[in-house]
């Protein structure tokens, strides 16, 4: 049984294009098949992606900077009781984590600042004017007992 065992070992092949010294290998058969290799990686570098391939995992939309923003302006606007939580549907009003999520938008407004198309520095102006609107409207207007940190929760 040793006999045998010994028989069935595995073959260690190399494949690589170039010797130790870095020049080309003269291999005929492995020349054959490495420009069919490196043209089909080549084309799959290169090539643009389809449909269903931009859109991501779990058919998530391709991220933009816009997207972003406005993903980060919803966590803001849902902080702030503006909107219901997409999971639960309840409305759950935490104005310290607005004001966090409004100044998290305002570094990037800052950081990004020469760097953004006119639409993207529009979409960042006008998303930190409305946050910071109604931050100021529920701080003024009933939300004084949520600046200590204390959370909200409605039905929604």
């Keep these: 049984m040793s006999e ?13 294009r170039f010797d130790a010294e870095g020049q080309p290998r003269e ?10 290799q490196t043209s089909a990686a080549q084309a799959d570098q290169h ?3 389809t449909g ?9 939309a391709e991220l933009s900077f816009s997207s972003f923003v406005v993903g980060l302006a919803s966590q803001a606007f849902m ?28 570094i990037l407004q800052e950081k ?10 529009h979409l960042m ?10 931050y100021v409207s529920e701080t003024q207007h009933g939300g004084a007992g949520q600046a200590s940190g204390q959370g ?3 039905e929604g």
Excluded: C, W
């Excluded at 010994?6 to 190399?14: A, I, N, T, Y």
């Excluded at 902080?79 to 938008?105: C, E, N, R, W, Y």
């Excluded at 990004?112 to 520095?121: I, V």
């Excluded at 998303?127 to 910071?132: F, G, P, T």
């Design 27 to 36: 291999d005929e058969g492995n020349e054959e098949a490495a420009p069919a």
């Design 52 to 60: 269903t391939e931009s859109q991501g995992r779990a058919g998530e």
């Design 112 to 121: 990004t600042s020469g760097n953004l198309s006119d639409d993207e520095a």
């Design 125 to 134: 102006e006008e998303v930190l004017y409305e946050l910071r609107m109604r």
């Design 152 to 154: 909200e929760t409605h």
């Design 79 to 106: 902080f702030l009781g503006a909107t219901p939580d997409p999971s639960t549907g309840v409305v759950h009003k935490d104005l310290p984590q607005a004001a966090a999520m409004i100044d998290i938008l305002s």
């Design 47 to 49: 090539s643009e992606p």
């Design 4 to 16: 045998k065992g010994s028989d069935r070992g595995f073959k260690v092949e190399d494949k690589r």
